[in-house]
């Protein structure tokens, strides 16, 4: 895949890049090296200065590199804005409290009496440079959300961006540069996926993050697992939307919307299964696509946009077949579900019904704005189908029933529940799925400690 721009509302390449050769990769790495053994001794009082200054550029970049990444990859321009804003908040919010998150934890003394210690610490120290493998779908937020707290643990940073947003991929480095950070504490590789590999196996790189999908997470965890090498893999979801009798059901079907159509539907933590107690079915489906069938679809840059492009040619293509697979399997077409004409890779808001276990969309990722309604006959029900998925990222469940709310978080396999609300990340909330929404946690204390050597320190008496 070349490394480019191409605008998914027009389908025209805008610019091209060449990719970093051998020698230039090596740089970059050796810059790391020597910048992370400087940097690593650093205040977190400084870091946290850095920090600021960068989310002060970011705030004042705002409307600018939002027009970036809609050009690049299709976001509805308010949507963009508000990543932007969203990833300051996250670096203001790192910022603020890295130093409490990893403090010098002290065991109380009558737990180690026994150890032979007079005192015994426990410390968080930095990795090391570690390479950060990103998605298209949200550019600037998904990098952010790791560069944050790797840097303010004194880490440093190499990104390997999506081949297709490589303006905004460069637009971070420069950014951190402007902020003050020492050249190489962020760098941008652009490159193919096939040089991750190597990339990788350098013994110089000491751990990798990777958002994206199945394939890419097996290859770096395969890679990583033989070089004995700490990752962080989030890799997809299909999450459900569960509505039970008691819910509030117009509110419950607005919201269904949104949380099916943010980022024209390209959102890992979208729901995208909405799974409906039999009781309140028809009503909620009634709700539910006639909401999808007012949504705005055009030009990204335009304000009243709901739903932009999706982000490629093959994005739009892997959607519609898992479609026409359903509709040729039974599924029932409730509203969408046909290729527009025209220029541009635009799929219809979509809702399916009559979903089976025979169809791929069942077991598959749904990324763009599809939904699958599942009618359940009781919470029982409901669970098994939640369940029946080898996703896990998160969930959401409408119900205000306290017994069924516990139910739901007991039994739900999923590394979020969310009850009368849309599943959203936030920086002070840990973030990570189960199964093959891959393994490990992002943001909170969770995220800013997986990439820290967690370090015992033991005085004796």
């Known amino acids: 895949m070349p490394i480019a ?8 390449t805008l610019r091209t890049y060449e990719a970093m050769g051998e020698e230039e990769t090596e740089r970059r790495l050796q810059l790391a090296e020597a910048t992370f053994r400087t940097y690593r001794t650093t205040s977190f ?5 850095l920090l600021h200054r960068a989310a002060d550029l970011l705030e004042e970049d705002r409307d600018r590199v939002a027009e ?8 509805p321009i308010g949507q963009a804005r508000a990543e932007a804003a969203k990833c300051a908040k996250a670096m203001r ?14 065991p109380d003394p009558s737990d180690v009496k026994d150890s032979g210690a007079s005192r015994v610490l426990v410390r968080y120290r930095p990795l090391g440079p570690v390479l950060a493998v990103m998605p298209w779908n949200f550019p600037l937020w998904q990098v952010v959300r790791f560069a944050a707290p790797a840097l303010m643990a004194g880490n440093v940073g190499l990104l390997k961006h999506a081949s297709n947003v490589p303006q905004t991929a460069l637009y971070l480095e420069d950014l951190f540069h402007r902020a003050g950070f020492p050249e190489g504490c962020f760098q941008t590789l652009l490159i193919g996926s096939a040089a991750v590999d190597d990339v990788l196996r350098d013994e110089r790189v000491r751990a990798a993050t990777l958002t994206g999908s199945e394939p890419a997470g097996r290859a770096v965890a395969a890679t990583a697992g033989e070089m004995i090498k700490k990752t962080v893999l989030e890799l997809g979801g299909s999450d459900p939307f569960v509505v039970m009798p008691s819910a509030d059901l117009d509110r419950a079907a607005e919201v269904a919307v949104t949380a099916r159509v943010q980022n024209t539907g390209q959102s890992c933590i979208a729901a995208k299964r909405f799974i409906v107690h039999t009781d309140v079915y028809d009503a909620f489906a009634e709700r539910f696509t006639r909401g999808m069938r007012a949504l705005t679809s ?19 293509k892997d959607l519609a077949e898992l479609v026409d697979d359903a509709v040729r399997s039974g599924a029932r077409v409730l509203c969408g579900g046909e290729l527009p004409d025209g220029p541009g890779w635009y799929y219809p808001p979509t809702v399916l019904a ?19 309604l599942y009618r359940a006959a009781d919470l029982d029900e409901a669970v098994l189908i939640a ?9 959401n469940v409408w119900t205000r029933d306290e017994a069924e709310i516990g139910r739901f978080v007991r039994d739900l396999e ?30 909170s204390g969770h995220g800013i400690r997986e990439f820290c050597n967690i370090t015992t320190v033991w005085h004796g008496a």
């Open 5 to 12: 721009t191409v605008n998914p509302a027009t389908g025209e």
């Open 45 to 49: 009082e400084e870091r946290a200065r």
């Open 68 to 75: 970036v990444m809609t050009t690049e990859m299709g976001k």
């Open 93 to 106: 919010w790192y910022a603020d409290h890295a130093a409490d998150l990893l403090a010098d934890e002290e």
């Open 298 to 316: 055009g030009d990204p840059m335009d304000e009243d946009t709901d739903v932009g492009p999706l982000a490629s040619e093959q994005g739009r």
């Open 354 to 372: 009559g979903i089976t276990r025979d169809m791929r969309i069942h077991r598959e990722e749904a990324f763009g704005p599809v939904a699958t």
């Open 387 to 395: 369940n029946d998925s080898p996703f896990g990222l998160s969930s």
């Open 414 to 443: 999923a590394g979020g529940v969310f009850v009368n609300g849309m599943t959203a990340s936030h920086p002070a909330l840990p973030f990570g799925g189960v199964k093959r929404s891959g393994y490990g946690r992002e943001l």
